[in-house]
C-alpha cells in the first residue's frame, strides 16, 4: 500500500463507519420532521428502491431542481438517440423529482441512496446500473468506492471546480486522489479552469475534457411561456377592460425565493409602488412547504394578494380586482410566471444562499436580473453582466436599480435580447457531453 493510499485508509474508514451510523438517523428525520414531500418513498434514500428489472441501466443523478433543469435536455436526447439502452434518473429533492413528472414513462425516477455504505450497496445491489453520470460536484466517497469495486463506470458531467475548493482539497491532495480522483473514470468539465483545477489535484488530463456548459443547451418550454403570456392578458383584460389596450400593470417575478427575502421583497415593493403603481409581483417560494408562510407575509404586508392556484378562478368572477402580489403556489410551472414577467429577479441571491441559474428565463429574452449573493453561478452572472445581458444588484441598489429597469420599457427590451443572445452563442456542450459518455459507454462493451 503506497503512502497516500494508507493516509486515506483511516479518514474512509471514519467515513464509511460514521455514514452507517447515521445515515438511518438521517432518513428517519426527513421522514418525521422534514415537510418536503417525500411521502412513503423516504425508503429509498436508504437504498430500498422497488424490487424489479431496471435493465442494467445509465444512471444519470442530478440532484435539485437547478441541475435536472439543466440536465434533463441531454438525459432526453442520451433516450432519443440510445433507445436501447434504459435509462434511470435520481434526484436529492422532491423539487428536483418534479421536474422529471411529464416524463417518467420514458425516464424512470427514484430517490438517490445517502453516501452510507448500506444503503449503496442495496440499491446498487437492486439497480445494475452499467455507467454511473452525475451533475457537477456531486462526489460522493461511498458511492463511488462501491462503484469503483463493481468496476461501474463513473462520468462526471457539467463539471467545475472553483479556485477556492481547488486550494482545500489541495490540502489534503493524497486523501481527495484516492478517495475521489482515482474512481472517476471520466470528467467533462464547463471551462479550461475547470479543468486545470483537477488536473493540479492530481486527476490525468487524459480522463478530462471540457464541453462548456450543458445549462446552456435547454429547451425552454414554450409552450407555458405562452401560456403564461396570455395569462397575464386575461387578468389585465378582466381588471382593467377600459384600459387595457393602453398597457396594464407592469409584472415583477421573483423566482425560486428562500426564508428572509419574501419579506425583504415585500418591503421594496411597497416604495416601488409609490412610483409605479400599476406594479405587481409575483413571489415564486423555492420550496413548497413555505408557500402558506409567504402567504401570510403577504397578509400581514396589507397588499391584495392571491394564489396562482386561485387566480384564474377569481378572474373569471365579476367584479374582479387585480392582486398587488401573486403568491406562485404551483410546482414545475416556472416557464408560465417567466411568462406573466415584465422582469425576473431570481431569489437566493438576497440572502446568503449563493444564487440561482439564470439561463432559463434568459433562454426566452424574459428580463433578468439577480441580488449580490451568487456564488454558485458567478462564472455566469459576470460574463452575462459583462455582455449587458443582465445585472448583479448590490443589496443597498436594489430599489433604484428595480425603479430605474421597471420603468424603461426600452432597456428591459435590449435586456432580455442579450440574455437570449447570451444563450445561443453558447449552446453545444449537450452533443459534446454525449459524445464522452457514449464513448466510455462502448469502451465498456467492448473490454
Known amino acids: 500500500m503506497s503512502g497516500s493510499s494508507f493516509r486515506a485508509a483511516v479518514p474512509e474508514l471514519v467515513y464509511r463507519a460514521g455514514t452507517t451510523l447515521l445515515a438511518p438517523v438521517v432518513a428517519l428525520f426527513i421522514r418525521f420532521r422534514s415537510k418536503t414531500s417525500y411521502g412513503a418513498r423516504w425508503r429509498e434514500l436508504l437504498g430500498d428502491v422497488p424490487e424489479k428489472d431496471y435493465g442494467n441501466p445509465v444512471w444519470f443523478h442530478t440532484v435539485s431542481v437547478g441541475e435536472s433543469m439543466g440536465a434533463r435536455p441531454l438525459i432526453m436526447e442520451f433516450r432519443r438517440t440510445r433507445p436501447d439502452i434504459p435509462v434511470l434518473v435520481t434526484t436529492t429533492t422532491a423539487t428536483g423529482r418534479a421536474v422529471y413528472d411529464s416524463v417518467r414513462d420514458l425516464v424512470p425516477h427514484l430517490y438517490a441512496p445517502l453516501d452510507s455504505p448500506r444503503a ?40 467545475r471546480l472553483s479556485d477556492r475548493s481547488r486550494d482545500r482539497y489541495l490540502r489534503v491532495a493524497g486523501i481527495f486522489q484516492e478517495l475521489i480522483g482515482n474512481r472517476l473514470t471520466r470528467l467533462v468539465c464547463q471551462t479550461p479552469a475547470d479543468a486545470a483545477n483537477f488536473e493540479k489535484l492530481g486527476i490525468p488530463g487524459s480522463r478530462i475534457t471540457v464541453s462548456g456548459s450543458v445549462k446552456f443547451d435547454i429547451s425552454p418550454d414554450t409552450g407555458a411561456f405562452a401560456k403564461g403570456r396570455e395569462f397575464r392578458k386575461q ?213
Not at 456531486?138 to 461501474?152: D, G, Q, S, V, Y
Not at 383584460?237 to 398597457?247: L, M, Y
Not at 443572445?421 to 466510455?440: C, H, M, P, Q, S
Open 120 to 159: 449503496v450497496k442495496r440499491f446498487l445491489d437492486r439497480v445494475r446500473p452499467r455507467l454511473y453520470v452525475t451533475m457537477e460536484t456531486e462526489l460522493w466517497p461511498a458511492l463511488l468506492a462501491e462503484l469503483a469495486k463493481r468496476k461501474i463506470p463513473a462520468v462526471v458531467m457539467n463539471a
Open 235 to 447: 387578468l389585465c383584460r378582466a381588471a382593467f377592460p377600459d384600459s387595457f389596450a393602453s398597457g396594464g400593470p407592469l409584472f415583477l417575478a421573483v423566482a425560486s425565493t428562500h426564508r428572509g427575502e419574501d419579506s425583504l421583497m415585500l418591503d421594496i415593493f411597497r416604495k416601488l409602488k409609490n412610483v409605479l403603481p400599476a406594479l405587481v409581483m409575483i413571489i415564486i417560494p423555492r420550496h413548497p412547504e413555505r408557500f402558506q408562510e409567504v402567504w401570510e407575509l403577504m397578509g400581514t404586508a396589507g397588499f391584495r394578494r392571491s394564489r396562482r392556484t386561485l387566480l384564474e378562478k377569481e378572474a373569471a368572477s365579476s367584479g374582479f380586482s387585480c392582486p398587488e402580489v401573486i403568491l406562485g403556489d404551483s410546482m414545475n410551472e416556472l416557464y408560465l410566471y417567466f411568462g406573466m414577467a415584465d422582469l425576473v429577479l431570481m431569489g437566493g441571491s438576497l440572502v446568503d444562499i449563493g444564487g440561482h441559474n439564470p439561463l432559463e428565463p434568459a433562454a426566452l429574452g424574459c428580463p433578468v436580473v439577480t441580488g449580490p449573493f451568487i456564488r454558485n453561478f458567478r462564472k455566469i452572472y459576470q460574463e452575462m453582466a459583462a455582455r449587458q445581458a443582465s445585472r448583479v444588484i448590490p443589496a443597498e441598489s436594489l430599489l433604484a436599480e428595480l425603479q430605474e429597469l421597471l420603468g424603461n420599457p426600452r432597456e428591459l427590451q435590449k435586456l432580455g435580447a442579450a440574455g437570449k443572445a447570451f444563450i445561443d452563442e453558447n449552446r453545444g456542450a449537450l452533443k459534446k457531453t454525449l459524445e464522452e459518455i457514449w464513448l466510455v459507454l462502448d469502451r465498456e462493451t467492448a473490454l
